[in-house]
């Protein structure tokens, strides 16, 4: 079928084709065992760099939170100088997860260095002043930066776009300590409903290497203890599923926020310094008043969650609070604050439908986490890595739940190849397939 396939194709020298015949099997491997050696190495400097940049916001954001009721009032000055920052010197460079997923498609040309400069300091000025990010953007863009311009100076094809997937997957990993959830992530959010299985090789050895680069560098990582110990029946697979739609619903809420506060305040105000200024007042008289409760990572929201102290609002406070930040020019990310959000939404819901509130707190975790970045098999390996294999049915229940009620929505620009409701309207007018793109293969 496949050789039926290829006889189809046009038979000129640069037809694909022709590709696939000019590279032996032999030669194709090779060039895997090649991408291992430069995932590695991407992985060794993604994870050096990443744990610099991981230990520095922890470090700041924690002297920012001993002095949070002067440091938050500069958060005015913080934006006002990212903004500038971005608009001098990064002028004709593309910086954001935007740019960083066109890069990987090969919209545009470049994802340049410069951008994990960027990404430093904004990332921790903005964690300094209790601005309310996350840090995960900035670490994969970090990645994302060093891995292509590792790949520029390799003379294989698309080595540029596999090392800056391989770099994303490696500060991913370096940042959270999760590799197989960092890999599948790195994987997964590029493509919906796809995964680049031309980066596989690059991208595995690059998460394994920075996990290994940032122990070695005695950088510690969260783990929470939860016990997973018990029987699944056909009453808690619908609670837990059930459970999963809420988490698949608050991570369209964020993605909601996120798109139309960036509209409102570029509609609201057209200088964007105004803007940062006024937003970054605004959001610090509010972070005032609830007592810095909702600046940083959202760390002490996840210790409270899984302690029992969530109040039943906090989840969608730290949503807001996170996409206006962002919304607003702010550095940062948006992972981390998801895992606070979804395990506050976990504790406090877990009693509403049966579930012990630890146990959802820690499906929430997860769970948001995925509807938010559309991602199906990154957030349920997360859940793995972080509670343990016992949690894998249950993760994987309320993950699918969170994957189908996000109804398509991404934080990320990421490429769309077929929603769930085209391909569903298809199938209910028996429509003949469209052709697009399957996942790229391993060997291509």
Same mark, same amino acid.
């Given at each position: 079928?496949?050789?039926?396939?290829?006889? #189809?194709?046009? #038979?000129?020298?640069?037809?694909?084709?022709?590709? =696939?015949?000019?590279?032996?099997? %032999?030669?194709?491997?090779?060039?895997?065992?090649?991408?291992?050696? *430069?995932?590695?190495?991407?992985?060794?400097?993604?994870?050096?760099?990443?744990?610099?940049?991981?230990?520095?916001?922890?470090?700041?954001?924690?002297?920012?939170?001993?002095? =949070?009721? /002067?440091?938050?009032?500069?958060?005015?000055?913080?934006?006002?100088?990212?903004?500038?920052?971005?608009?001098?010197?990064?002028?004709?460079?593309?910086? $954001?997860?935007?740019?960083?997923? +066109?890069?990987?498609?090969?919209?545009?040309?470049? &994802?340049?260095?410069?951008?994990?400069?960027?990404? =430093?300091?904004?990332?921790?000025?903005?964690?300094?002043?209790?601005?309310?990010?996350?840090?995960?953007?900035?670490?994969?863009?970090?990645?994302?930066?060093?891995?292509?311009?590792?790949?520029?100076?390799?003379?294989?094809?698309?080595?540029?776009?596999?090392?800056?997937?391989?770099?994303?997957? %490696?500060? !991913?990993?370096?940042?959270?300590?999760?590799?197989?959830?960092? *890999?599948?992530?790195?994987?997964?959010?590029?493509?919906?409903?796809?995964?680049?299985?031309? %980066?596989?090789?690059?991208?595995?050895?690059?998460?394994?290497?920075?996990?290994?680069?940032?122990?070695?560098?005695?950088?510690?990582?969260?783990?929470?203890?939860?016990?997973?110990?018990?029987?699944?029946?056909?009453?808690?697979?619908?609670?837990?599923?059930?459970?999963?739609?809420?988490?698949?619903?608050?991570?369209?809420?964020?993605?909601?926020? #996120?798109?139309?506060?960036?509209? @409102?305040?570029?509609? +609201?105000?057209?200088?964007?310094?105004?803007?940062?200024?006024?937003?970054? /007042?605004?959001?610090?008289?509010?972070?005032?008043?609830?007592?810095? #409760?909702?600046?940083?990572?959202?760390?002490?929201?996840?210790?409270?969650? &899984?302690?029992?102290?969530?109040?039943?609002?906090?989840?969608?406070?730290?949503?807001?609070?996170?996409?206006?930040?962002?919304?607003?020019?702010?550095?940062?990310?948006?992972?981390?604050?998801? !895992?606070? %959000?979804?395990?506050?939404?976990?504790?406090?819901?877990?009693?509403?439908?049966?579930?012990?509130?630890?146990?959802?707190?820690?499906? $929430?975790?997860?769970?948001?986490?995925?509807?938010?970045?559309?991602?199906?098999?990154?957030?349920?390996?997360?859940?793995?890595?972080? @509670?343990?294999?016992?949690?894998?049915?249950?993760?994987?229940?309320?993950? *699918?739940?969170?994957?189908? !009620?996000?109804?398509?929505?991404?934080?990320?620009?990421?490429?769309?190849?077929?929603?769930?409701?085209? +391909?569903?309207?298809?199938?209910?007018?028996?429509?003949?397939?469209?052709?697009?793109?399957?996942?790229?293969?391993?060997?291509?």
């Amino acid at each position: 079928m496949w050789e039926r396939g290829l006889r #189809r194709l046009p #038979r000129g020298r640069n037809s694909m084709a022709g590709k =696939f015949r000019e590279k032996s099997g %032999a030669f194709l491997f090779a060039e895997q065992i090649v991408y291992a050696f *430069l995932g590695t190495a991407v992985g060794m400097a993604v994870g050096a760099v990443g744990g610099i940049f991981g230990a520095g916001v922890d470090k700041l954001g924690a002297f920012g939170m001993a002095h =949070f009721s /002067l440091y938050v009032w500069f958060l005015p000055v913080v934006g006002v100088l990212t903004v500038a920052v971005l608009r001098i010197f990064g002028k004709n460079s593309p910086v $954001g997860m935007g740019a960083l997923f +066109s890069a990987s498609r090969g919209e545009i040309g470049n &994802f340049p260095l410069r951008n994990a400069a960027f990404q =430093f300091a904004g990332g921790w000025a903005a964690h300094l002043f209790c601005a309310s990010v996350g840090r995960e953007g900035a670490g994969v863009q970090i990645g994302a930066a060093i891995g292509m311009g590792i790949g520029k100076e390799v003379p294989l094809r698309d080595a540029d776009k596999i090392l800056l997937v391989a770099g994303m997957a %490696a500060g !991913f990993s370096a940042l959270f300590g999760t590799p197989v959830c960092a *890999l599948f992530f790195a994987l997964e959010v590029t493509v919906v409903g796809g995964i680049r299985l031309r %980066a596989l090789v690059a991208s595995v050895f690059s998460a394994f290497a920075a996990y290994f680069t940032v122990q070695l560098c005695h950088v510690s990582h969260s783990v929470y203890a939860v016990s997973f110990d018990f029987a699944l029946d056909v009453s808690l697979f619908l609670r837990v599923f059930v459970f999963g739609a809420l988490c698949g619903i608050a991570g369209l809420i964020f993605c909601v926020a #996120r798109k139309y506060a960036a509209k @409102f305040f570029a509609a +609201s105000c057209k200088n964007a310094y105004v803007r940062a200024a006024v937003a970054g /007042l605004m959001l610090a008289c509010l972070l005032w008043l609830s007592k810095g #409760r909702y600046s940083g990572l959202g760390t002490d929201l996840i210790a409270d969650a &899984f302690a029992g102290r969530a109040a039943a609002y906090d989840w969608i406070v730290k949503l807001l609070f996170t996409a206006v930040f962002l919304s607003v020019g702010f550095l940062g990310g948006e992972v981390t604050t998801l !895992f606070a %959000a979804g395990s506050c939404l976990g504790a406090a819901a877990g009693n509403w439908f049966g579930i012990d509130p630890a146990v959802a707190a820690a499906l $929430g975790y997860a769970a948001v986490f995925g509807a938010a970045t559309n991602t199906l098999f990154a957030p349920v390996l997360l859940g793995v890595e972080i @509670f343990g294999g016992a949690s894998l049915p249950f993760m994987a229940i309320a993950c *699918l739940a969170a994957y189908l !009620f996000n109804f398509g929505r991404s934080v990320y620009n990421q490429k769309v190849r077929e929603t769930v409701i085209e +391909s569903l309207e298809r199938r209910i007018r028996k429509d003949k397939p469209r052709v697009f793109a399957l996942p790229e293969r391993l060997y291509r």
